[in-house]
T-cell receptor, first 116, second 112 residues
Framework: DSGVTQTPKHLITATGQRVTLRCSPRSGDLSVYWYQQSLDQGLQFLIQYYNGEERAKGNILERFSAQQFPDLHSELNLSSLELGDSALYFC???????????????FGPGTRLLVL | GEDVEQSLFLSVREGDSSVINCTYTDSSSTYLYWYKQEPGAGLQLLTYIFSNMDMKQDQRLTVLLNKKDKHLSLRIADTQTGDSAIYFCAESRDTGGFKTIFGAGTRLFVKA
């Protein structure tokens, strides 16, 4: 158990819909990272938040957005969903603002999204 | 480019050593990692190596880095059935934030 929790574990929805994925970091961790894992794209870094502010951006679509709240939990919002958005979405957390390689990222169990 | 490449499958017998290889393209990568993903679970950091190191050993795990060839390997000694998982190679660079690029993962099968 990494200490990172994600809800829901599974989500099934239809194309065009909007969903929200939730992540609670390990106690005391200030950074939250979102990743997408799909069969054709592998594991892709989406975005990082540190203490409520966006810190780094990866391959995140404009239809997707994220935020980190004062209690440090984070939400990833996926809108206008397409079939290709079906994937496993991971959240990870680290203690600080993520100087490259200095901090270990701890991954949650993931949310499996299926878009029909 | 941002590619991190790994072979997709590796099969070994229990008790043998496993060697999983990875190549990366960005010479500015500062840290390289090996993650393990068991079925239905998140990623677990196994070990990492700084780009100015050649080797790092941690119990049954040995990481070798050839910076000139941009080649990273993970050796698992005395491989056990519990080591069956997907192993991801990843590299990171400081772009003002923390950006990690992952390989596609190598699925390790351990035969009893």
């Amino acid at each position: 158990d990494s200490g990172v929790t994600q809800t829901p574990k599974h989500l099934i929805t239809a194309t065009g819909q909007r969903v929200t994925l939730r992540c609670s970091p390990r106690s005391g961790d200030l950074s939250v990272y979102w990743y997408q894992q799909s069969l054709d794209q592998g594991l892709q870094f989406l975005i990082q938040y540190y203490n409520g502010e966006e810190r780094a951006k990866g391959n995140i679509l404009e239809r997707f957005s994220a935020q980190q709240f004062p209690d440090l939990h984070s939400e990833l919002n996926l809108s206008s969903l397409e079939l290709g958005d079906s994937a496993l979405y991971f959240c990870a957390s680290s203690a600080g603002f993520g100087l490259a390689g200095v901090e270990t990222q701890y991954f949650g169990p993931g949310t499996r999204l299926l878009v029909l | 480019g941002e590619d991190v490449e790994q072979s997709l499958f590796l099969s070994v017998r229990e008790g043998d050593s496993s060697v999983i290889n990875c190549t990366y393209t960005d010479s500015s990568s500062t840290y390289l990692y090996w993650y393990k993903q068991e079925p239905g679970a998140g990623l677990q950091l196994l070990t990492y190596i700084f780009s100015n190191m050649d080797m790092k050993q941690d119990q049954r795990l040995t990481v070798l880095l050839n910076k000139k060839d941009k080649h990273l390997s993970l050796r698992i000694a005395d491989t056990q059935t519990g080591d069956s998982a997907i192993y991801f190679c990843a590299e990171s660079r400081d772009t003002g934030g923390f950006k990690t690029i992952f390989g596609a993962g190598t699925r390790l099968f351990v035969k009893a």
